[in-house]
């Protein structure tokens, strides 16, 4: 399975990359301004004190905005002068995460047991200087041991914790990665099957967090010596779940399922899924895919009979069909449409909101459940919003 989406920057952060450009470094007294005022007015001018006078400055940590993804930002002459006297791996460490970077660095400075904590169990540093606490509280806690760190900031106190989080290796921690992290601290299970990887990346913890019944196999071990990018992880799970879904459609043995565990690459469970696909079309009569093929447009159509399903199956190799008898049930539509990268389809999913209106009337929602193109490949960009706008003017038309 292919993916090559690029990472879409949220309106905050295209604005922040402006920002490097609005700072003012004092050398003489040691401390970085950031004016905000245009771009963010709440924040006005924002003050930062160098990493030396951090270390120095009795005075108590002040609250930085916490949406300022400072590590992240364009190294324009101003920011690196303020950048140079932070070590290399302090800055890496705190551009993990995408809030309170400036607190977590601050903290560093200023208390070696946080530094300390930075640099072996990261994750720690950044939850114990967010947790709400106050300063005075969370040097208290510095003095104890870990596992009551652990403890006081919510997560079970114990040593296979801190354990667990030493043994992280991730390149970004975002609100999913860190309730995937959530999920395993709570699951004894995955907990203590995942101490005997030497390291866990996002690749490994998206495993055991999402497919625990791999955790500990042939597959995950693999996994977790591999560098991960946030697009391999959706990669990845996008087709473990494909595989598990078709597996349950053909009602295979646990021993058939188990050798998606016994995969040492991503690329042989493609082929376990591929095979798992031509056994799928053995229990149907022919398909007409190129009578399909001429009726596709660059606009979405709909799908509604089996034998488009099973064309639009043979087409991209992805298994469309095992939803077929259930989609009208689960309130599900099935979409094709073709450009200049290739086939597509989406399968859309109408349903009420969370939380209804009071009103009688109650528009539905469509959600996308997921888009695959040929060799069963993930959407681009380009391909979501061409549905976005298309599912927009289908709104507007029914207006």
């Known amino acids: 399975m292919h993916s090559k989406a690029p990472k879409v920057l949220s309106r905050v952060e295209k604005l922040q990359q402006h920002l490097s450009k609005q700072c003012f470094w004092d050398e003489v007294e040691q401390v970085l301004y950031i004016d905000a005022r245009k771009l963010f007015p709440k924040q006005g001018v924002v003050t930062i004190l160098g990493w030396d006078n951090m270390m120095l400055n009795a005075e108590p940590i002040p609250n930085y905005p916490d949406f300022f993804s400072i590590m992240r930002w364009g190294n324009h002459s101003q920011l690196a002068d303020w950048r140079k006297q932070i070590p290399k791996w302090v800055q890496e460490s705190c551009a993990l995460f995408p809030n309170d970077q400036m607190k977590l660095l601050h903290y560093a400075a200023k208390y070696p047991q946080i530094l300390e904590l930075l640099d072996h169990a990261p994750l720690m540093a950044w939850r114990l200087v967010t947790s709400g606490l106050e300063e005075p509280e969370i040097v208290a806690l510095l003095a104890g041991k870990r596992t009551q760190i652990a403890e006081s900031i919510g997560w079970p106190g114990k040593a296979d914790t801190v354990k667990f989080l030493t ?9 999913h990665i860190a309730e995937q992290i959530e999920v395993c601290l709570f699951d004894d299970q995955r907990l203590t099957a995942l101490q ?31 560098p991960c990018r946030p697009m391999q992880c959706q990669s990845m799970v996008a087709q473990l779940e494909d595989a598990y879904r078709l597996a349950e459609f053909l009602n295979l043995e646990k021993s058939e399922v188990d050798n998606i565990g016994s995969a040492r690459y991503l690329v042989e469970v493609e082929e376990i899924y591929r095979n798992w696909i031509q056994q799928a079309f053995l229990k149907v009569s022919s398909i007409d895919s190129d009578a399909f093929n001429r009726q596709l447009s660059t606009q979405p159509r709909l799908l509604s009979k089996q034998q488009e399903w099973l064309a639009i199956t043979e087409i991209q190799r992805h298994a469309w069909m095992t939803e077929f008898e259930s989609h009208q049930e689960q309130g599900k539509q099935l979409y094709s449409w073709e450009d200049e990268e290739g086939v597509w389809a989406a399968l859309i999913h109408s349903h009420l909101p969370d939380r209804p209106a009071e009103s009688e009337q109650v528009d539905k929602m469509h959600s996308i459940d997921r888009i695959r193109g040929l060799e069963n490949c993930l959407a ?6 061409t549905l976005h706008l298309w599912q927009a003017q289908q709104l507007k038309q029914t207006d």
């Open 196 to 226: 005997d990887l030497p390291r866990i990346n996002s690749m490994a913890l998206t495993l055991a967090a999402r497919f625990p019944e791999l955790i500990g196999s042939k597959l995950h071990h693999a996994l977790a010596q591999l």
């Open 380 to 385: 681009t960009a380009k391909q979501i919003s």
């Open 167 to 175: 043994n992280l290796r991730l390149r970004w921690v975002d609100q």
